[in-house]
């Protein structure tokens, strides 16, 4: 890739326009630094990123570069709930990668920083510098703080089935409402948005202990800062993300994921980022790390504490150091350091005594959110992959947010084709305990893969289904999902796959143990292997692909061509 400097004498206009915005003679000659900031009114996770954009364009006026700003916004996940909207979710992801891409290479750039917070910002900025491959770093854009009594966001779809259920007043579910978000920044769980953030540092394209800093802390901004002076650094190292971003890089992430309980959304992102590196994760990676890390951090939705506290807890690098003898240490990050020597100089520079005094002001210490790995909340990591006749490719399960008793079941079919069809048995009380919620026709190529929180949340705030039921899909789940669920059932319904063929009352057998998810009757009575296939085949006959929902525009053409939720869901 060429720099500023080698193109300017081939395209003479440069300087010319550069000029028409302000720039001096002196800013031609500096090194170019894209900045690209999803900053904009969409939500609180973007409202405030112009005031990042402006700490890391000090930073790098401050070591001699001139900085350019660019911007792409994105959609929120919780302002796309409960309308078609969502179905653009995944969609997005895609789109914002491509802009950038389009932004940055259009026009010459030494080095680039890349601003986000939340869910599918933050994964295509992680593509986009994969795939543009210039010197680059990640600023990620904080946390909120928590409401009222440790309230936070992935709570109102609890109260909503609650309210709809008549459980509570118009005047409490109000209440929570209004105070959910107090602030800017990402959603106060370990959410998909959190978990994204804790993804790129883990990968090692942040600074170290950049991810989910509270919004209104001096620190968010001077990391920022540090962010804008670091990128000239890596200019002057001739450092690129295909160096630091490697295999090893990869199961760093997934071994820190596997410790926080992270979203099951990252399953979906990872391998896409991983795509845009020529890397390819398979499944049974996940299941593997999964098997050998503890799940060690008690935040919402697996655990009990609001995200705030993360990072007054030592954040990334505290469960990083707890899981230090599993991780690739000599991984390099974009300090120019490994992974080790960068925890070794936070120690020395008081990083982690100073977060865990922070963290006393509330009563708590850092081992009531950071647990060590000889007292974990659960033995093994928090993913799960099932496969068998049901999921051929694999499925996707939380189980640290699972009741035992669900872990091993069998249970009957209830099958729809839509969400909104589902939830409504749900709340209307025609799901019994026992039965196995089928959504089926929301994977990647049915509706664009949109997220089915309301549905998880009417199953898990039933007291007489949460440990009863399960839900099982081909489409994905919120990062705030808890209970029995069970999603990215591959192929997906609109394929062709096995889901697709499910008829109510046949029998589902799950087993988290054992890592399958299988059908094992028909019509309520168990059956032979043999003979659910040979059931499974007559179906087949039967089946007609239906009719494409979306033709034109963004969704008609994710719908065509993305792969498969297994494989990171992202367009070829």
Not at 156 to 169: D, L
Not at 473 to 482: C, Y
Request: with cysteine.
């Amino acid at each position: 890739m060429m720099n500023s400097q080698h193109l300017r004498s081939s395209a003479p206009e440069m300087d010319a326009l550069k000029m028409g915005m302000g720039w001096t003679i002196e800013d031609l000659e500096k090194p170019q630094i894209f900045i690209a900031s999803t900053y904009g009114q969409s939500h609180p996770g973007s409202a405030h990123l112009n005031e990042i954009n402006e700490e890391v364009v000090t930073g790098i006026l401050e070591s001699r570069g001139k900085p350019a700003q660019y911007y792409c916004t994105d959609i929120c996940d919780g302002q796309a709930q409960g309308h078609d909207g969502m179905n653009y979710s995944v969609v997005s992801r895609e789109f914002i990668t491509d802009i950038l891409e389009i932004q940055a290479l259009s026009t010459p750039f030494d080095a680039g920083v890349f601003i986000a917070t939340c869910d599918k910002a933050v994964p295509a900025h992680l593509r986009a510098i994969g795939r543009i491959d210039m010197p680059s770093l990640f600023v990620p854009g904080g946390v909120m703080a928590s409401g009222p009594n440790n309230l936070t966001l992935e709570m109102i779809g609890t109260y909503k089935a609650q309210f709809e259920r008549g459980e509570i007043t118009q005047e409490e579910f109000d209440a929570f409402k209004r105070t959910a978000c107090p602030s800017c920044g990402a959603c106060c769980f370990m959410g998909t948005a959190s978990t994204m953030q804790i993804m790129a540092e883990a990968l090692g394209l942040t600074l170290p202990g950049a991810s989910l800093i509270p919004f209104g802390r001096g620190s968010l901004k001077r990391s920022a800062r540090r962010s804008g002076r670091m990128v000239m650094d890596c200019i002057t190292a001739g450092l690129k993300p295909s160096q630091i971003v490697t295999q090893k890089s990869f199961e760093n992430a997934i071994m820190v994921h596997a410790a926080i309980a992270g979203s099951s959304n990252a399953l979906l992102h990872l391998p896409a980022i991983a795509y845009e590196f020529g890397i390819t994760l398979e499944p049974g990676l996940f299941d593997e790390i999964n098997r050998k890390i503890p799940f060690i951090l008690n935040i919402r939705p697996s655990g009990a504490y609001p995200a705030d506290h993360y990072w007054r807890a030592g954040g990334t690098p505290g469960i990083m150091t707890e899981i230090k003898k599993f991780l690739h240490l000599d991984q390099l990050t974009v300090t120019g350091k490994t992974i080790g020597e960068n925890l070794e100089d936070l120690e020395q520079e008081g990083y982690f005594r100073n977060r865990y005094g922070e963290l006393k002001v509330f009563g708590i210490n850092k081992g009531d959110i950071i647990r060590t790995v000889d007292n974990p909340l659960q033995k093994e990591g928090s993913i799960a992959i099932l496969k068998g006749n049901l999921a051929p490719e694999g499925a996707v399960t939380k189980h640290s947010a699972i009741e035992e008793v669900m872990k091993q079941a069998v249970l009957r079919a209830r099958v729809f084709n839509s969400e909104e069809a589902a939830y409504k048995a749900v709340i209307e009380k025609q799901i019994k305990p026992g039965d196995a919620v089928i959504i089926r026709y929301e994977g990647p190529r049915g509706s664009g893969m949109p997220e089915l929180f309301y549905t998880t949340e009417a199953i898990a705030s039933d007291p007489s289904l949460i440990a009863s039921t399960a839900l099982i899909t081909d489409g994905r789940f919120s990062g705030a999902t808890r209970g029995p669920a069970i999603g990215h059932v591959s192929p997906e319904a609109a394929e062709g796959g096995p889901i697709a063929l499910l008829e109510d009352e046949d029998l589902i057998e799950i087993d988290i143990p054992a890592r399958t998810l299988n059908i094992i009757g028909i019509s309520g009575e168990r059956k032979s292997p043999e003979v659910i296939e040979e059931t499974l085949l007559k179906r087949r006959e039967n089946w007609k692909k239906p009719p494409v929902r979306f033709r034109r525009g963004a969704l008609g053409r994710y719908v065509k061509r993305a792969v498969s939720a297994i494989k990171g869901a992202y367009i070829e």
